[in-house]
């Protein structure tokens, strides 16, 4: 290019110039011109290729904002699946657990059916999104590098969703604490919890066993309880894997553009 310039230059200062001072006035005029021509095509070039490496570093960057995101969209439809099998799995044992306290526990087998609600119903699961990429989107200002309005709608539009349901995962939870206190003081909880069973006596186990069905009432509360909010977060969670579904394919295919 710098060669280009220069030859433009000789072929300048080479011509004759015409005859007289005015001639050679003219011939510096044109001179000038020429130099000025030239540094405004400079400029115009340089800005060019400048605007055209923004452009490129702009797209890069965006395909790696749209990966990230495609990765955490990823772990959490695997998380949702996983928690999904949990929950459903609580929900049978809260199921059976009401159905057999009922009979007053005739059975090892009835009675299995309340330690397994002590070891998985009563123990309140949690959805934690993968946001790490949005965190860095919202507090870097990148998210304009989708230049794309729905798009950056439905990316906030996800994480919202997601900020909301555990909003109120967590006033459930402020609802359902109260009643796993009354059954851990009321009754004889702690003999059948996996984390503490240990710590009493296997002989004290059928006066345990009776206390617990003096208080069934108390205990099927507290079932219902856990079996409301497991309800609720199955409900969330579907809700959280639909979004996602859908946000993937559309960043699939903003990136296949890109």
Not at 129 to 145: A, E, K
Request: charged fraction near 25%.
């Amino acid at each position: 290019m710098a060669k280009f310039f220069n030859n433009i230059r000789k072929t300048l200062i080479n011509q004759g110039p015409p005859a007289g001072r005015a001639g050679k006035t003219a011939n510096y005029l044109k001179y000038a011109i020429g130099e000025i021509v030239l540094v405004v095509i400079g400029i115009l070039i340089a800005l060019q290729i400048n605007n055209w490496n923004e452009d490129r570093k702009f797209k890069q960057l965006k395909s790696v904002y749209i990966e990230r995101l495609m990765d955490d969209l990823k772990q959490d439809t695997l998380q949702v699946r996983l928690l999904l099998e949990k929950v459903n799995y609580r929900q049978q044992c809260i199921e059976h657990a009401i159905k057999d306290i009922d009979t007053d526990l005739k059975s090892e087998s009835e009675l299995a059916s309340i330690e397994k609600y002590f070891e998985q119903g009563w123990n309140m699961a949690d959805f934690t999104p993968s946001d790490n990429t949005y965190s860095d989107l919202s507090q870097t200002g990148n998210m304009n590098v989708f230049g794309n309005t729905e798009l950056i709608t439905l990316i906030k539009n996800y994480y919202v969703a997601i900020e909301d349901g555990i909003k109120g995962q967590n006033i459930n939870k402020d609802w359902i604490i109260p009643l796993d206190v009354a059954l851990s003081k009321e009754t004889t909880a702690f003999n059948f919890d996996p984390v503490t069973r240990n710590l009493f006596k296997k002989e004290g186990q059928q006066q345990a066993i009776q206390n617990l069905i003096e208080h069934k009432e108390l205990f099927k509360r507290n079932a219902a309880g856990h079996y409301w909010f497991n309800h609720s977060l199955i409900g969330d969670s579907k809700n959280y894997r639909a979004l996602a579904i859908e946000l993937l394919n559309r960043l699939k295919t903003e990136l296949n553009k890109n």
